[in-house]
């Protein structure tokens, strides 16, 4: 599991509800179980979804997850604002300035999966199998670019399949053909050292992610959302990378 044991935050929205709830929730939902079953209440609906979708959701909908940039180049569903502290705080810790859509696109996906999360299996069914669908069809691409590991990007898709396929049999057939389609994208390296680069990349995304996603939720009048305290935040994560903590 990817979990930021070195940080004050447990465990981010990936290493949460990507191997969180698929490690111990796909597994469960494969064997038939269902979400609101999962121990603890994991499967129950969560709080803080980001205001990007927050009832609202569909990723079936292009707008939804690739929502187009505007002329200056920021993501349209972006604050102006916030965009501008963003850059500003990668350039300020010289982070190379591609992560900034990196960033954005990665939580975009994240808190799209959060919402399908919440939609209501029985009363929108065709709703939540419409928008599981949209997320499915997004995850081999966002693992090409490094969003995911071949690992994850497979346990994503069963998830997702569990969710979207109602039928035991179909479900089962579309798993396996999941399996092999991300096989044969990306198979898994065998030399150990290229699996733990690739670990190491994918975690230091997630940690800018997670520095731009806790700041961006803060109330827009707390001291905390300033423009320096990200830049702190993001020169802290840099500064795991020098060290070779990261």
Do not use: C
């Not at 187009?68 to 920021?74: E, K, L, P």
Request: glycine share 10%.
């Amino acid at each position: 599991m990817i979990t930021y044991e070195k940080s004050n935050r447990m465990t981010f929205v990936a290493a949460a509800v990507v191997l969180g709830l698929v490690v111990g929730g796909g597994v469960w939902w494969m064997q038939g179980g269902k979400p609101e079953d999962l121990p603890g209440g994991a499967g129950a609906a969560t709080s803080g979804v980001s205001a990007w979708f927050k009832g609202s959701s569909d990723a079936s909908a292009p707008s939804t997850l690739s929502p187009g940039v505007d002329a200056d180049g920021r993501p349209v569903d972006v604050d102006a604002g916030d965009w501008g502290a963003l850059n500003g705080a990668l350039a300020k810790a010289q982070i190379d300035p591609k992560h900034g859509e990196r960033i954005v696109s990665f939580l975009r996906f994240q808190h799209a999966f959060e919402d399908w999360q919440n939609i209501d299996e029985t009363k929108e069914a065709a709703r939540r199998a419409r928008v599981g669908e949209g997320l499915l069809a997004q995850v081999p691409e966002r693992m090409k670019t490094g969003e995911f590991t071949p690992v994850e990007a497979n346990l994503m898709g069963s998830v997702l399949i569990a969710g979207i396929e109602t039928d035991e049999q179909l479900r089962a057939k579309r798993m396996e053909e999941w399996q092999s389609k991300i096989s044969q994208i990306a198979p898994m390296p065998t030399d150990e050292k290229v699996l733990q680069d690739q670990f190491k990349k994918i975690e230091y995304g997630r940690r800018l992610a997670a520095a731009y996603d806790d700041w961006q939720k803060l109330e827009p009048n707390d001291p905390a959302r300033s423009a320096g305290k990200l830049e702190s935040a993001f020169a802290d994560v840099q500064r795991a990378v020098n060290s070779g903590e990261l």
